[in-house]
């Protein structure tokens, strides 16, 4: 290769390192932002009391969070955010009354986690621009009671990566998919005792799906929290530096075919 050649290759490469970023240093949502917001009890202005759960945006962080916000012409949140105080406040007495779970362990973030509120399963994750995302991880538990696993408390979830989906629906913040294929799907035992570090490292996928696997005697088994959400966004490269690219192969080839025209 001529000192041109090396000069024109290394060109391009520069260019299109310039274009694209390789790599995102991944984000941590850990929801302790989202204090005040709605009550998913009665739709009111959620005051920060330290006691009360409050809807999880269902574009928050950049993602598409599939669960449906209580609306106009009603239904139920899937999702929500929850007080710490909640988790691990005195358990609740009688109708009516306050309080908490009275979990003795904290969630990893000072504030707030996230709960699959009412049971809701499973529940589907995406980029907000439907791009690939790779997911690093996040810490999980049960939500259970007085450190226990409670009739409502999810023993193991299965995480499953997907690719090939398309979004559908997010102007009325009740994100929907369809298509799409499984590519990595891992299970994962729960705790009732401590929140557990899911290491997933699911690569360039376009869809996570959280899924609690209820054992048949105990179908209402559904029920967990999470925490520290890891990810990040898989960079799309710069047309203008894969245009370079490009241009700078066609001179290649030109200049090669030049050469061998010389040599006839």
Do not use: C
């Not at 999810?154 to 369809?178: C, E, N, V, W």
Request: glycine share 12%; no cysteine; proline share 6%.
């Amino acid at each position: 290769m001529d000192i041109l050649k090396r000069t024109i290759l290394s060109l391009s490469l520069a260019l299109l390192a310039l274009g694209s970023s390789p790599f995102v240093s991944a984000a941590t949502l850990d929801f302790d932002d989202l204090i005040t917001t709605i009550s998913p009890w009665d739709g009111t202005p959620n005051p920060d009391n330290g006691n009360e759960s409050a809807y999880l945006p269902w574009d928050y962080g950049g993602f598409a969070w599939n669960h449906h916000p209580l609306l106009s012409g009603g239904g139920q949140a899937t999702l929500a955010v929850s007080y710490q105080d909640t988790f691990t406040g005195s358990p609740y007495i009688g109708a009516g009354g306050g309080g908490g779970n009275g979990n003795t362990y904290p969630f990893p973030s000072p504030k707030m986690a996230v709960t699959n509120l009412y049971g809701a399963n499973p529940v589907a994750i995406s980029r907000t621009d439907g791009g690939l995302f790779d997911f690093t991880g996040a810490w999980f538990s049960s939500w259970g009671n007085l450190n226990q696993f409670a009739f409502f408390s999810a023993r193991s979830i299965t995480l499953t990566g997907y690719r090939g989906d398309t979004l559908h629906d997010i102007s009325y913040g009740a994100p929907t998919f369809t298509g799409g294929t499984a590519v990595i799907s891992t299970t994962y035992a729960l705790s009732s005792t401590a929140f557990v570090w899911v290491d997933a490292n699911f690569l360039g996928i376009d869809k996570l799906e959280i899924r609690a696997n209820a054992p048949s005697d105990a179908p209402y088994a559904v029920r967990w929290a999470m925490d520290d959400f890891v990810a990040a966004a898989v960079p799309v490269p710069d047309s203008g530096a894969l245009l370079m690219l490009g241009i700078t192969g066609v001179a290649m080839m030109v200049r090669r075919q030049r050469h061998a025209g010389a040599r006839m």
